[in-house]
C-alpha cells in the first residue's frame, strides 16, 4: 500500500464526477448484449484468478494462446481468398505469388463450383465472375503446374463431397507427390453452417453431407495425415446476425456435433481432433471481438477435456482462421473501409489467431481490383512489422476489463450451447430451425440499432457527404472469348473419356451412398482419378443421398 | 366480360391469377367474376391438407402433386399463411414451390395470407377454389399451417380433409384431439420411418373409436413423403373420400350453401350495425325490465333492420 | 380503374448461384411490418421459376436481391417479363452491384438499386409508392 495522500482512492467521489459528467448518457451494451461499465478494476478481476482463468500458452486453460511461443514462433499465416476467371489465371496469378514467397495458397472456385455444378450446366455470363472455375482434375493440375505440393499450404474453399480436394490428390498421384505429404485445409466443410447461413455451399441433404463428412475425416486421417479434413466455421453465423457470442457459441456446439459424430462412427477422437479447425468473422466490435476468441479458446479446451473426454493438449487447440467481416463495411466514403479493416485484423492478432484473411475496401462495391488486395495485404504486413503486434503473447491479458469481459463472454457463450443442447444437439437446432430463428432475430436487433442511430456508422447514418460517382478502373470480367474457348474445351475433354468407364465409377458412387461400410470420400478420389467431374460427382450424389433445400425463415 | 371467361376456361394462367386477385381484394370485378363463374363449377377435387408445423406436410404436399402430375391431372394450391396481428402485413414462405413445381404449367400455387379479407379467410378461400375449378384445374389443394380457429374454417371448405402428423409429437395429437379431430377424413402419420410411427398412429385409431362412423371408415395412413412411400394410397384414399362426398352432396353446391349462410350472417351483422342507437336501446329497456325474452329481442330486431336495408 | 384494399405484394428472391440471404431476409420483414404481403422465396430460383411465380401471385413489385455477380442475370429478368406480359411489374435490385452496372439495370427498366447501407426508411416508402403506382398502371381482367 502506497504511503501518499494522493495515492488514496475515494470510491464515491469518483461516482460523483463521473455522474456529473455523463449525466443523460444511456447504458451501454456490446453486441452480444453484456453491459459494458465505465471502469473496471480489481472488483471485476484479481490476479488471485491468474491460475484458473489464464494458465500459461499453449496449456491449462489455453486462454492466452495455442502456442508456448505464439507469433514470436509461427507469425499467423496470411490467406488472401484470390481467383477469377480460368484455370490459367489461377496458375498465372498463384506463380506470381510463390515468386514473392508466398507458403500458402487458397482456391476460392466460382460460385458455380460452390452450387455443385460443372461449368456447361450454368449460364455462361456468371463463369468466373467471383472465383475460378475448376471442374475436372486436368484443369487443377493446370492451376496447380509448377507449384511444388509439398512445400505450400492449401486451403481449399471445398464444401461436401471435397471435389476439389480429390481433384488435387489426382494431381499429386499424377506428379508423384505422396498423399502424406499434402498439407492444408479443407474450408467450408461444415456443411451445419451451410444449412443455416450460407446456403451457396449447400450440396447435398443434411443426413447426406453428416456421411460424407465422417468417411471425409476418416479417410484423411489415414490417407492424407497433415491434411485438416475439418473446419468449423462460425464466420456464416455471424454475417447472418449472430451476434459475436451466438456464433461463437453455435461453432463450438457444432464442433461437439462434429466429434460426437467421428466418436459414433468408431473414429479415434484422440487422434482426429489435433486436425479439427475453426474460422470466424472478426467485427469492428474490438474488445468484445478479443474477449470472443478468448473465451471460445478456453471453452474449447474445456470442452475438449470434460465433454468429449481426450486429455491431450494437442487435442485442446483451439486452432482457428478469422476474416475481417465485410458487414461492418461501408459503400459511402469506402476508403474508411481501410480503417475499419485495420481495427478488425487488430482485434483478430491480440485474441490470438492462427491465420487472417483481411477484407479489400472496395468489397461493398464490387470484386476487389489489385490496388485494394494489395491494401488488405499491406495491412497485415503493417500490424506484424511496424506496429509489432507479434511481439507479446496475449499482451492483453490481465486487463481487468478484457478479464471481466472474457469471462462475461464465456458465460454468454455457454447459454447458447446450452440452447443448442436443449434442442438436441447442432445437428437437431439446425434441422428444425432454431440457429436460423436465432440468427434472424439479432440481425433484425442490429438492423433496429442502426435505422434508429443508436449505433452509428460514419458516412450511413451520421457524417455523410456528398459523393462523386465510383471512377475506379474495375475490375476486369474475364473475357467471353475465353471463356468460351474454356467451354469449348471442357466440352472435347468430356467427349474424349470412355463412357463406359465413367459410368462405372458413378455407378460405385452410387453404391458407396447405399453401403454404410464404404467410405464414400474414397470413392469420390477414385472417380476423379478415373475423369468425372465435378458435377457429374456431385450431381450423382446429390441424387442419391438428397439435396436438403435451406429451411427459408423470415 | 365473356372473352376473360373463354380465357380462365381455357387454363390461361394469366387470367385465372388476375381472377383469383380480383375475388381476394373484392375489387368490383369480384361480383361479376363470382356470378360468371359458378355455373362452370364442379370439376374440381377439392382437398384441405392441415396439421401442425414440422409433420412435414409441404414435403406431402410436393409428393401428392408429383403422384397427380403422374396420372396426367392439373393441380392447383391454395397456401395459406398468417398475418401479422399488428400490422396486417405478411410473410407467405413459398414452401410448395420449392418442391420443384415452379415452371410446370400443370399446377398452380396462390399464396393466401390470413387477415384483412372483408368476409372472412374461409370465404375468400372458397372464392380463389371456385376461380381454380373454374379454371379447370383437376384437383384443388388448399393447404394451412396449425390448428388454430381459422385455419380449422378453411379446411372445411374442402369436401375432403387430410389431418398430418409426425411421430412423436405427442402435444401435437393433443392439439389434433381439441382442434382438428372432428373434421378429419384422412389421417396421415408423415416420417413414418421414425421411431414411435406405430405408436402415434395407434394414439390416432385409438381416438377414432370413440367416433361415430358413417358410410366412410376413417383410415390412419402411413407414409415417408421425402421418399416417396405411402403416396399413391393416399392420392387413392383421397379420391375414393371425394367420390363418396360427391354422391352425397356434390361439392359446389356443399360451397355455395356455406357461402349463402356466411353471407347472410354477414348482412345480418351489417344491417343490425346500421340501425339507429335509439332503435337496439328500445329493445334494451325490454329486456332489462323483463318484458321481452332475449331471443325474441333478437328476432324482432333483426326483422326491422331486414326490412329497412 | 380498380380499387383494392389489398396491401401492396411483393416477390423477395434471389435469382443465380448466390445463396446469402440475410439482406433479403430482414428486408421482407421491414416490408411486411409496414403491412405488405411478401412472398419469400429461397435462393437459386432460374429466371422461368421467378416469372411463374409473379404471375401466379399476382405481384406488383419483384426485389431481387444479390451479393455476387447474380445481378448481371437482371437484363434476361427484365426481357421475360416483358415477353410473358408482366412488364407491369416494377422491379428493384438490392445488394452489391457497381455503379457501372447499376446504370446498366436501370436502362433495362429497373426502379431502383439499393446499395448496402440503404436506410428501410428509403426503401419501404419507395417499394410501397412503386407498388401503388403499379396498382394504377395494371389492366383488370
Known amino acids: 500500500m502506497s504511503k501518499t495522500v494522493s495515492a488514496n482512492s475515494d470510491r464515491a467521489e ?7 459528467q455523463t449525466e443523460g448518457q444511456r447504458p451501454r451494451t456490446n453486441r452480444s448484449g453484456i453491459p459494458i461499465k465505465p471502469l473496471y478494476g480489481p472488483e471485476d478481476w484479481t490476479s488471485d484468478r491468474h491460475e484458473a482463468d489464464l494458465g500459461l500458452p499453449g496449456q491449462g486453460p489455453m486462454t492466452r494462446g495455442i502456442y508456448a511461443s505464439m507469433y514470436r514462433g509461427r507469425p499467423w499465416s496470411q490467406r488472401q481468398l484470390v481467383g477469377l476467371g480460368t484455370a490459367f489465371d489461377y496458375n498465372d496469378r498463384q506463380r506470381r505469388m510463390a515468386g514473392a514467397g508466398a507458403s500458402a495458397l487458397s482456391l476460392c472456385p466460382c460460385n458455380s463450383v460452390y452450387r455443385g455444378y460443372d461449368m456447361d450446366e450454368v449460364d455462361p455470363l456468371l463463369l468466373g465472375t467471383c472465383g475460378v472455375v475448376i471442374n475436372t482434375a486436368e484443369q487443377m493440375s493446370t492451376a496447380l503446374d509448377g507449384i511444388a505440393l509439398e512445400r505450400i499450404s492449401i486451403g481449399l474453399n471445398d464444401p461436401t463431397p471435397f471435389t476439389l480436394f480429390a481433384f488435387v490428390l489426382a494431381h499429386a498421384k499424377k506428379t508423384g507427390t505422396p498423399w502424406d505429404q499434402i498439407s492444408g485445409t479443407s474450408n467450408q466443410s461444415d456443411y451445419l453452417s451451410h444449412f443455416v447461413a450460407n446456403h451457396m455451399f449447400l450440396r447435398l441433404s443434411l443426413e447426406g453431407s453428416r456421411r460424407v463428412l465422417v468417411d471425409h475425416i476418416d ?7 497433415k491434411w485438416n479434413a475439418l473446419s468449423v466455421v462460425g464466420q456464416h453465423m455471424q454475417q447472418a446476425g449472430a451476434t459475436p457470442a451466438q456464433a461463437m457459441g453455435f461453432t463450438l456446439a457444432s464442433g461437439i456435433q462434429y466429434a460426437e459424430d467421428c466418436r459414433a462412427r468408431g473414429l479415434d477422437l484422440a487422434a482426429v481432433l489435433p486436425r479439427f479447425t475453426f474460422f470466424f468473422d472478426i467485427s469492428i466490435s474490438v474488445f468484445e471481438e478479443i474477449a470472443k476468441f478468448r473465451a471460445g479458446r478456453r471453452l474449447w479446451a474445456k470442452i475438449v477435456r470434460e465433454r468429449l473426454g481426450i486429455n491431450d493438449p494437442r487435442a485442446a487447440r483451439f486452432k482457428f482462421h478469422a476474416q475481417t467481416s465485410g458487414v461492418d463495411l461501408t459503400r459511402q466514403q469506402p476508403l474508411n473501409n481501410i480503417v475499419r479493416v485495420a481495427v478488425q485484423a487488430m482485434a483478430g492478432v491480440l485474441g490470438g489467431l492462427q491465420s487472417m484473411h483481411t477484407d479489400a475496401y472496395d468489397e461493398v462495391l464490387s470484386s476487389p481490383v489489385e490496388e485494394a488486395a494489395r491494401i488488405a495485404v499491406a495491412t497485415q504486413n503493417i500490424l506484424r ?4 503486434l507479434d511481439e507479446v503473447v496475449d499482451p492483453l491479458g490481465g486487463s481487468y476489463y478484457v478479464e471481466a469481459l472474457t469471462n462475461q ?8 450451447l446450452a440452447q443448442v443442447d436443449r434442442a438436441g444437439g447442432m445437428f437437431e437446432a439446425v434441422k428444425g430451425g432454431l440457429v436460423q430463428r436465432l440468427c434472424g432475430e439479432s440481425a433484425l436487433a442490429w ?12 458516412g450511413v447514418n451520421g457524417w455523410q457527404i456528398d459523393e462523386p460517382p465510383d471512377v475506379r478502373k474495375p475490375q476486369e470480367r474475364p473475357d467471353p472469348a475465353t471463356i468460351d474457348r474454356y467451354l469449348k474445351e471442357f466440352a472435347a475433354f468430356k467427349a474424349a473419356r470412355a463412357p463406359a468407364t465413367i459410368a462405372k465409377a458413378l455407378d460405385e458412387l452410387s453404391r458407396a451412398a447405399e453401403d454404410d461400410r464404404i467410405n464414400l470420400f474414397g470413392k469420390v478420389v477414385e472417380a476423379a482419378m478415373i475423369g468425372c467431374t465435378h458435377g457429374e460427382i456431385t450431381g450423382r450424389l446429390r441424387r442419391d443421398l438428397g439435396f436438403g433445400n435451406p429451411l427459408v425463415m423470415a | 366480360m365473356s372473352d376473360w371467361l373463354e380465357r380462365l376456361r381455357a387454363g390461361d394462367r394469366a387470367t385465372l391469377a388476375r381472377a383469383i386477385t380480383a375475388v381476394e381484394n373484392e375489387t368490383p370485378e369480384a361480383r361479376a367474376v363470382l356470378k360468371a363463374i359458378f355455373p362452370h363449377l364442379g370439376k374440381a377435387l377439392v382437398v384441405g391438407i392441415t396439421g401442425p408445423p414440422g409433420a412435414g406436410k409441404s414435403t406431402l404436399i410436393n409428393a401428392y402433386i408429383e403422384t397427380l402430375r403422374a396420372r396426367g391431372q392439373t393441380v392447383g394450391v391454395v ?22 413445381h415452379s415452371g410446370d404449367p400443370g399446377v398452380f400455387v396462390r399464396s393466401l395470407a390470413s387477415r384483412g379479407h372483408l368476409g372472412g379467410l374461409s370465404r375468400t378461400a372458397a372464392h380463389v377454389i371456385d376461380v381454380m375449378d373454374a379454371s379447370g384445374r383437376d384437383v384443388v389443394i388448399v393447404e394451412t399451417v396449425g390448428a388454430g380457429q381459422s385455419e380449422v374454417e378453411v379446411a372445411e371448405i374442402a369436401p375432403t380433409k387430410v389431418v398430418v402428423a409426425a411421430p412423436g409429437l405427442g402435444d401435437d395429437i393433443q392439439a389434433i384431439k381439441a382442434g382438428i379431430l372432428e373434421i378429419a377424413d384422412i389421417f396421415v402419420v408423415n416420417k413414418a420411418d421414425l421411431p414411435l410411427a406405430d405408436r402415434t398412429a395407434g394414439q390416432l385409431l385409438d381416438m377414432l373409436r370413440l367416433k361415430d362412423h358413417g358410410e366412410w371408415r376413417i383410415p390412419v395412413l402411413k407414409t415417408v413423403a421425402l421418399k416417396n412411400e405411402g403416396i399413391e394410397a393416399l392420392a387413392d384414399a383421397i379420391a375414393q373420400h371425394a367420390k363418396l362426398a360427391e354422391t352425397s352432396r356434390p361439392a359446389p353446391r356443399a360451397r355455395a350453401a356455406k357461402l349463402i349462410a356466411a353471407q347472410a350472417a354477414d348482412l345480418a351483422r351489417r344491417s343490425i350495425q346500421a340501425l339507429e342507437e335509439k332503435v337496439i336501446d328500445d329493445y334494451c329497456d325490454q329486456v332489462l325490465s323483463g318484458a321481452l325474452e332475449l331471443e325474441e329481442a333478437a328476432q324482432r330486431a333483426l326483422a326491422k333492420a331486414i326490412a329497412r336495408s | 380503374m380498380t380499387t383494392d384494399l389489398r396491401p401492396p405484394k411483393v416477390l423477395m428472391t434471389k435469382i443465380g448461384l448466390d445463396g446469402h440471404d440475410r439482406g433479403g431476409r430482414v428486408v421482407a420483414t421491414y416490408l411486411r411490418d409496414a403491412g405488405m404481403e411478401v412472398v419469400f422465396t429461397g435462393p437459386w430460383k432460374s429466371i422461368p421459376e421467378v416469372i411463374a411465380t409473379a404471375q401466379e401471385e399476382d405481384v406488383d413489385v419483384i426485389g431481387i436481391s444479390s451479393l455476387a455477380s447474380d445481378h448481371l442475370l437482371v437484363p434476361k429478368l427484365m426481357a421475360a417479363l416483358r415477353e410473358n406480359g408482366l412488364d407491369h411489374v416494377g422491379v428493384v435490385v438490392g445488394g452489391i452491384v457497381p455503379d457501372r452496372d447499376e446504370r446498366d439495370l436501370l436502362a433495362v427498366g429497373v426502379a431502383r438499386v439499393f446499395h448496402p447501407g440503404a436506410s428501410l426508411d428509403e426503401i419501404v416508402p419507395f417499394v410501397d409508392r412503386l407498388a401503388k403506382n403499379v396498382r394504377q398502371r395494371r389492366q383488370g381482367l
Open chain 1, 219 to 225: 479417410w484423411c486421417a489415414k490417407h492424407a495425415p
Open chain 1, 385 to 388: 512489422e511496424e506496429a509489432h
Open chain 1, 447 to 458: 438492423q433496429a440499432e442502426v435505422e434508429s442511430g443508436r449505433q452509428k456508422v460514419v
Open chain 2, 79 to 100: 397456401a395459406v399463411d398468417p398475418s401479422s396481428p399488428i400490422t396486417g402485413g405478411a410473410i407467405l414462405g413459398d414452401r410448395i414451390r420449392m418442391g420443384g
Open chain 1, 14 to 20: 469518483w461516482q460523483r464526477e463521473f455522474d456529473a
Open chain 1, 409 to 416: 463472454m464465456e458465460a454468454e457463450i455457454e447459454k447458447t
